[in-house]
């Protein structure tokens, strides 16, 4: 067999459905168990004022549900929940504390993966530079704003907050996105110790609203990246 035919295998297995399923941080210390797969999974801002599985007249329904549904029919326990409005940096401190009641609990660091949209990825983003774990992993989905929206990411970087990363870092971005691009500046003020770092601009016509359903250009990588594929 031929070794890009036993690389497809792997993946191909690695994205099995299997039994999971979507429980709160609390439920998730209470239920710990060290040889599952945790993903984190932080929504976009649309979700914070409107609710879950809201609609943009820009991008069309949030399908919140079939999200987080897809990911556990890939065998991942879903961590999430539909948070209000918040600041950033202090719910960023909320996911690092939670993330280390977990770790406490006998998960290994290796075996989490915190996964954020829009608003959601630049908190992944902060949650990464804050944890100082180089085993965790991060999927940050549209995350490092630009345009309108950079605003917050501009100030992560002149605050140097990106010499602060850690852990296994995966940026995805569709190339028509007006509002997010690519994570590469944050990278470039890491030291590289603990730090590895791969990014996919998905060519799609779609823009921001490419990750506002389960479509398998970015969600079927970000499922092998937490299961341990690459």
Request: charged fraction near 20%; include cysteine; aromatic fraction near 10%.
């Amino acid at each position: 067999m031929s070794r890009i035919a036993i690389q497809c295998l792997i993946a191909a297995v690695l994205l099995l459905p299997s039994t999971a399923w979507s429980i709160s941080f609390d439920q998730a210390v209470k239920s710990a168990n060290p040889t599952a797969k945790y993903l984190v999974y932080l929504h976009g801002a649309l979700l914070e004022t409107k609710g879950k599985n809201a609609t943009s007249p820009r991008y069309g329904t949030y399908l919140y549900d079939s999200i987080v549904k897809h990911f556990e029919d890939r065998g991942l326990i879903v961590v999430e929940e539909v948070r209000g409005k918040v600041d950033p940096n202090k719910y960023a401190s909320r996911v690092v504390k939670q993330v280390r009641r977990l770790t406490a609990r006998g998960v290994p660091s290796a075996n989490i993966t915190v996964a954020g949209f829009s608003k959601g990825g630049f908190i992944a983003l902060l949650v990464a530079s804050s944890l100082n774990d180089p085993d965790m992993k991060f999927a940050i989905l549209a995350g490092c704003g630009r345009g309108d929206t950079a605003r917050s990411f501009q100030h992560f970087l002149k605050s140097r907050r990106g010499s602060r990363l850690k852990g296994h870092l995966f940026s995805l971005y569709a190339t028509s996105d007006l509002e997010a691009g690519s994570c590469a500046p944050a990278i470039e003020q890491a030291k590289g110790q603990g730090l590895t770092f791969q990014e996919t601009r998905i060519k799609s016509n779609r823009g921001h609203g490419l990750f506002y359903a389960p479509l398998p250009q970015w969600i079927n990588p970000v499922a092998l990246f937490a299961k341990g594929g690459k």
